[in-house]
Each structure stands twice: as C-alpha cells, then as structure tokens.
C-alpha cells in the first residue's frame, strides 16, 4: 500500500458550511442561540406553516460579503436567492433557500501551509443559505423507530464556502478547515464553534496517477464536523480509492457518510440515488441588489486579518515568524502578547513566557486568554523585571505560580513571599560560607583542582536561597570565599 | 329593514356606523340572515361563526358610545377566502391536508381589516389551494352561481364571489393568481380587482404560485372594490415583494368619468372562441366609452396566446414547491403508514385532490433536470416578453379592455372532466396576471338569458384608480352592478 500510494496524487475539494453569529435568524426575528430546548426559538415561519413569507436578515448578508472581501472574492452587484426542493422531516417547507447559479460571492483564495512553504487554494464561490433543523433519533421502546426533529436551528444564516479541487492531502485540508476558521473567527462573523456544529465540512475526493490530467471520479464524504474527522476520512477514503485502483476496481461516483465511531466511510447513496433537487428562483425574495457603495462599506469595517497581522508583529515586534503564528491564533491572543510586549519591553522574551508557560497553563485548563487569570499587565511587569535581570528566571517561575492563584501585582507578590533577589555582596559572602562549611568534601576537592565540585556547590546555594541568589554575584562569591580559605 | 340594509353599499354602512346611526350588530345580524337563507344552497362558506361575527359587531358598537372614531370600513362584514390566514379560524384552502388546520396568526390584510374596524365574517369555499376556475376543485363542496345554481360560480374565488352577488356580504376578499378573483367576479355580475402585483402583501395568504399570487377585493361597485383596496394595500415589511409605489385610490377621483383616457384594444384577442353575446357586451361598452369622449385606439399584445402554456408551466412549478410544506409532518394530515417514505405518500396522496396532484406532477416534471431550461426558464422569458407587450401597449394608453372569460357561466360538472377546457377558460385574465399589472373585472352586461357577462380593464403598475375610475362612470350608465339575483330577492320564510 505504501508503494502503491506514491504513484497517486489525491485531489480534495473542500465545501464548509458556516454559522453566520448573527443574534437572529436569517429569514425571521426568531434567536439563533444555540443549547435551548427543543422547538423553543420558532414561529410560523420556522414551522414552514401556511401563508408565511422569508424576510432577509440585512445583518446575514453584511456579513457573507465580509467573508467575500476578505478572501479576495467578488462580491455580485445581484445575487439570486433560490429553492433547493427536497423531503426530509427537518426541512419545514420542503424546500431550503440558499443559492444557486448566481451566488453572493464568486472566487477569492486561502493561503494555506503546504508543507515547510505556503500554498494559495481557490475558492469557487460563497453563497448565503439557510440551516435546516435537526433529527434526533432516540431509542424507541421495544424496538420502536422513532424519530424527533427539533427546529431551533432552522433557518441560522450559514455560508457554504467551496474551494476548488486544489488540496493534495488531509494534512491540507486539516489546514484549510484552521485558517478558514480563523478567519472567519477574526471578522466575529462565526463562533467557529465546531462541537455546536457552527463549522460543517463536505469533501469532494478523487485520486489520480501522478502526473496524469485528467481528474478520477470523485466521492463526496459528509458530516466532518471536526478537524480530526476531516484528516482521518479524506485518508481512509485516498486509501480506499487507492485500493480499489490498485486491485482493477473502479471508483463509483457517491455520496458517502463519516462514521466517526467506526472510523470508515459509507455509502449514503449513489450517483443514480442522487436527488434532483428542481433548483428555481426563490419567488418570495427579490433578487439580492448591492450597491458599490455598500460593497465598499463592508470592505472597509474588515479587521486586520490573521496574515496581516502575523506580518506586523513580525515586522513590528522582530519576533521569528513562527512566535508571529502561535500567537495570532486568535486576535485576543495576540492583543495580549503586544500588551505584554509593550509593557515589558521585551518582545521576545514576552512571546517565550506567552508560548511555553502560558499556553502551558492555557491548554490544560482549557482557558480561553479572556479567561486567563494573569492580566497582560501583570505579566508585562514580570517580564520586564526578568529582563532587567531584577529576578532569576527561576524566581520568575514561582512568581508566575503565585501569580496565577493570587491577583495582587508581582512586585507586591515578591514582598509578601520573600522573593526578591539576594544580591548583597555581604549576604553573599556569608551564603558561600556557610554553604562550604557543610560541604568540607567537595569544598576540598575544588580547591585540589576538581572544577566539576563547584557547580554542585553552586546549587546548592542556589537551594539553601530558594533560587534568589543572584547567580553571577553567588558564583563571585563563592570562588573569593574559596580562594581565601585555601 | 334586513332587505334594504344587505343591497347598500359598504361605504354607506360604514359611515353610518361609524356616525352611531345605524348599529354594527344590526348590520350583521341583516347580513346573516340573508347568508341564512342562501348559503348553504350556494355552498359559499367553509366557515363562519355567527356568535363570534356578532359579538365583534357589538365591540365595535361598544366603542363607538365610548367615543372612540371608527375606521372606514366600521361594523362592515367583509368575507374571507379560504386560503388566508385569521387567527385561531381554521383555514383549509378548500383541501383535506388541512382539514382540521387553524391558523395560529393574522394575514397582513386581516391586519388591515382590523384595523378599518371591519367584522370578520367568515372564510368562504374555493378550489383547492386557488387551483381552479369553477370552485368545483373544493375537497368539501362545491359553491353555485346565484343567478343559476345550476352552473357555477367561476373559481377559484367562487365562494367569495357568489356570497357578495347574493348579498350575503358586503365585501369579501378573494385572491387571484391567473385569474381567479377576476374571473368568478364576471360570472356572478361583481366587482372584482386583483391588483398590482406588490400592491397588497401576501404575508398570511396560503401560497399557491408565488410569483403571481395577489389578495384583491370582490364588491357590488367600484366605489366599494375601492374602499376595500385602500383598507387591505400598502408596503408591508414582512412580503419582501410588496412595493412601495403602491397608492391609495381617491374615491372622489373615481368620479371624473372617462373624457379624455386612452383606452386599448387587442384585437387579436377577440378571436373565434368568445361567445357573441360577450362579443356584443364588448362592442356596446367601447362605443359608449368612444360616446364619452374616451379615444380608443388599437394595441398589439403579440405573446399574449402564449400566456397559458406559460402559465401553465409557471404557476405549476411554483406550486409544486410551495405545496412541499405539506407532508404529514408538523401539522395537518398524517395518514400513518410504515416508513417515512410511505407516510408522505399516504398523507399527500390523501389529503390533494386529482387537481392539485395533477399541477404538482405538471411543475416537477417542469423544473426536473434536463426539462428546467425548455420548460420553466423558456416560460421565464416568454413572461418578459408579455410583460414587455404591456408595457409597450401602456406607453400609448391608460387602460385596455377586453373580455374576462370567453364564455358566460357554464353548467356545474361541464368542464370538470376536462381540465384543457378549464384551463382554457382563464385565456383573458392570465396574460395581466403574468404581466403583474392591475386588471379589473366590473359587470358590463347579462346575456339574453340572464347571466351576468364582466369585462376586464388591464393598467399601468399602480394605477388601480383609473380601471376603477372608467368601472364607475359604466355602473352610471348600466344597470349590470346593480341587478340582483334571484336568490338575493327571496323573502324571509
């Protein structure tokens, strides 16, 4: 297998579905927050009862051409809302609004990791549409298949984003998925919320020869609702092509289901299964007018992108470009670091102590940095004392430590737990002394010439100062101490 | 007093409501007594509450001694098709899939009703979902014509048509969306306007083709037609294609006769199929128009024989979407059945009658993959082009006229067998509907046998005023709006 798949290029195509974070929903006043029991955030029109009409939410399509702008995509002058029509309990009228031929936003690009480099994959387009509700499947009594369908989620905004077939591997597509999150979390048009089902991903897959033109028959794998999901099925499914290929097989154009327990792919129904969905005009709604002006509007309400702000800190901060990455994670992330910078002095030792020990923190609490208990301010005027050399980066741990339980600012925090630094030549020169008096031995070993015993004698005066003695100094000391006491 | 108070107009009830001269409850009580004796003969209503009808008048007496000002259409019954939405009343849409269905709010014109104190006065039968033109398409019953119970009323509005012909109400609102306020209008000898496509909000109204579909008023004039227009029309936030242009018709305005318009004429339309007394109605009333100083002048509306098989195509396609909603699932009828799949089935197959099937399998198949481009987007553009004859001919005119319906009244079961002749019969009233201009049916004329014949006048967007405006300066002539059918006439037992 692993020769075979050397000879093989896969070809992914990604299409995403976004929750759009508005606080209503896209085709009535009903609110979109998601977690309320069942069939608790509807009205007639969520219900697909009879006689009610869709009234676009100006707030959903401000948003879906922000996305558009900030990925380089032409948002249309008019765009044309259409009926998808299909049966399903969940879909209330039988039919969902989204687009069709004449979508929001057409083209545009994601700039996304290839390896060591960095890789541009096309967008086909990003229409506006409407999510349908939920079926729940609960265990019937003896048997008994039941079905129940919540609607709260009926008619949330989302926008489907599809790139073109420009990705070669789950690492890509895994990648993709991030930074299209990111993004989408740095415009605040989506919560990127994955576990809540605000980011959906379909993958088109195909393998071909390398080097071959032509593209294979391609499969579409639904419900990747997580980044683990989208890597693991995109190479069950290459392997799975492969295989087939491999053994005389042909790939057979479907539609297949993730199964996330079992960890394989399956049919869900194939190119002659497939649904004529009967797509048409959606006569409730006029065609979607935007003006230049308006266009022009939104374009310039676009906050400083991830790319954009990784190149700043770079440029402003001279921290290395990977320091600039971990920490525009997120824009509140990165808020943080340039506090901290500021207020310290110190930009690279501030993106060391964010990166190692307040991610540390961060990642095994599972706090966000909003929830982080050490404020920038206070983690500014511990790295600036660091810098300065005011403390140890020893001492600097523990305070950190104390910090994170206690508010109170590092300076108070060395005062009241005895921190601060011995650097007095006097106390010094009494430590050195008192430690060699308890170590006669390797004291008598330095001075035969065994330079190894002094490190051990420094750490140990390190112990007995609980990390304040001021290492340069301590080390003077303890050498004058030994001289003189040959 | 009964017999005189259900022949005046609804502006003269109003405002003697309104002033405290008359009572709304005596109002009501006239109107029921007369729908007593005729209704159920006519089969006009699905619904109405007579407790409820007069414990709303008598609210609307209450407030007048408090001094409250009454709206323009005070104590006024008006009648509800079936397919619009009145809170906490069912609404069937003349089908059995709703069958026990109520709606849980109003319509925007309901609204609108309420708010020009109008009674609500109860939801009358028609086709089912507004599928039809003889009202014989109703799951429940049929509706009769009250000039001949034999034939029918027309459709899909027959019942609200047949009740206001009867006297049975005042007002009533019909909806019409290739015809089908227009038409029965013609066959009972009323007035009926289906307005401007985005002149009245749709909100609340059961879909039947969205793009076409439009609420209108059914009234014995034109006066009244627009009493009713004003009352329910205007922007509404809630139907994205209503339109702001929309305009208040000024009743003193209908009264400036006819001098000086332009009016239209399509002479390809008067063809071989239109009965000759229609032909003749027809000529009479473009010669007294001529006689009054109106200038007639001939148009050309090339597309208009293509407005059928256009239609045909269009309404269906929409309708096969619009009627998805109703699948067993959330409300209405549920036949149980073993899966999913076969619920539908049973649910859906029960619960739409042979028409409504039979339009839903027609607009599948036209927006099916492979047929969408022939079918549906070739009947888009064929629209535009009608839509552009309209505008051209309006260029040069102020209105045209031209027949309703190519024949009067026909018998009950004629054509029920034959859905290409039913079809047929909408051959004048789709070509404005597919247009979205206002058009208006106004009685002109009664065949040699008795039976009302209406003429149409087409307009500008918006210009629902002058079709009601030359509508007026007839009924001063004729004597067509104000004959009344036999059955009106039948003393208390």
Redesign the interface.
Known sequence: METAREGYEPVIGLEVHAQLKTRTKIFCGCSTRFGAPPNTQVC?LC??????????NARAVDFAAMVGLAVGAQVAGRSVFA?K?Y?Y?DL????QITQYDRPLCVGGSLTIRSGAGWKTVRLVRIHLEEDAGKSLHPEGREGVET?R?DLNRAGVPLIEIVSEPDLRSGAEATDYMARLRQLLVYLDVCDGNMEEGSLRCDANVSVRKKGASQLGTKTEIKNLNSFRFVDRAIAFEIDRQIGLLESGGRVAQETLLWSSERGVAETMRSKEEAH?Y???PE????PLDLSREWIESVRERIPELPHQLRERLVREQKIPEYDAEVLTDTRSLAGYYEEVAARSGQPKLASNWIMTEVNAVRNKSGLTIEEFPIRADRLGDMVRMVGEGKISGKIAKQLFELMLQDPASPAELIERHGLLPIDDEAALRALAKEIIAAHPGPAADFRAGKEKTFAFLVGQAMKQSRGRAHPEKLQQALRAVLAEER | MSGTTVQESAESLGRSVGSGERSAVDVARSFLAQASRSATRLGTYLYRDEESILAAAAEIDARRKRGEALGALAGVPVAIKDN??VRGVP?T?GSRI?ER?R???D?HVIGRLRTADAILYGKTNCDEFAMGSSTENSAYQPSRNPWDLSRVPGGSSGGSAATVAAREAPLSLGSDTGGSVRQPAAFCGVVGLKPTYGAVS??????F???LDQIGPLATSARDAALLFNAISGPD?????SRPETRPISLENLERGVRGLKIGIARELLGDGLDPEIRACFETVSKWLVAEGASVVDVALPHARYAIATYYLIAP??A??N???Y?G???GLRVPAGD?REM?EATRGRGFGREVKRRILLG?YA???GY?DAY?LRAQKVRTLIRRDFEEASRKTDALLMPVTPTPPFALGEKSEDPMAMYLNDIYSIPASLAGVPALSFPAGFTKGGLPIGLQLTGKPFDEETLLRIARAWEQKSDAARRLPPIAMEKAA
């Open positions: 007639p219900l697909g009862l009879p006689g009610v009409l869709p009234t676009l009926r029509n049966f309990p209330p009228k039988g039919y079905t369908v004529d009967r797509y048409f006569p409730d709604l006029l | 619009i939405c609404v849409c709703l269905f709606a849980p709010y319509a749709r909100y609340g109204l059961v879909a083709a969205s793009s936030e809630r139907d994205m294609t396609a929409e096969s979407s009627l998805a909603r699948d699932v959330r409300y999913l539908y599948t927006l099916s993959a969408y549906y």
